[in-house]
């Protein structure tokens, strides 16, 4: 891979920002954020990382402070909460040997603080959301029956100050007051 030269969030000085992680065919990824994109790191043997592939986020530089992802059905789902960003679906099907976008639109999400995926019934959380239909919401509710074009069921104000690190287990969009 080539080296690149990340720069610090202008906010803390933090390049990178988020840690998730995969096992594919016995090896093991980790998964990092960084104020340039999206780092898939093989730490199969932790004393020997390497990064194996590289997305660049839509947002990028110094006003990026965090990312966040959730792996669902052989995809990355990775959000950025700062700046003109987008939803990045990435598949990971063929992983260890290729990794690669099928999704980077803004149209559903331009920016997310935290992402959570109920795998039981593959519905995508998104906190602290803004873009798509309405400005910002606290919550978005979205429908991943298929995986690399998820559908929009709903959203809500409330409570967005506990909402963002809230983790969906076994909870259904339909108990939800949206």
């Not at 610090?8 to 998730?20: D, I, L, M, R």
């Not at 947002?59 to 992802?69: E, P, V």
């Amino acid at each position: 891979m080539e080296r690149r030269h990340l720069v610090g969030s202008s906010a803390y000085n933090n390049t990178y920002n988020e840690v998730w992680g995969f096992a594919a065919d016995g090896r093991e990824f980790a998964i990092i954020g960084s104020t340039a994109g999206t780092h898939f790191i093989e730490v199969t043997d932790p004393t020997k990382p390497e990064e194996r592939f590289f997305f660049p986020g839509k947002a990028k530089g110094q006003s990026i402070i965090h990312r966040d992802f959730e792996t669902y059905n052989g995809y990355i789902y990775a959000v950025c909460d700062e700046g003109q960003s987008s939803l990045q679906i990435i598949d990971i099907r063929q992983m260890p040997d290729t990794a690669f976008i099928v999704y980077d639109k803004n149209e559903l999400i331009i920016r997310s603080h935290n992402i959570e995926i109920d795998t039981a019934t593959g519905m995508l959380y998104t906190f602290a959301t803004g873009g798509g239909s309405s400005s910002y919401s606290a919550m978005r509710v979205y429908d991943l029956a298929d995986p690399v074009n998820p559908v929009f069921i709903g959203a809500t104000m409330y409570s967005e100050t506990s909402l963002p690190d809230m983790c969906m287990m076994a909870m259904s969009a339909t108990e939800w007051p949206i």
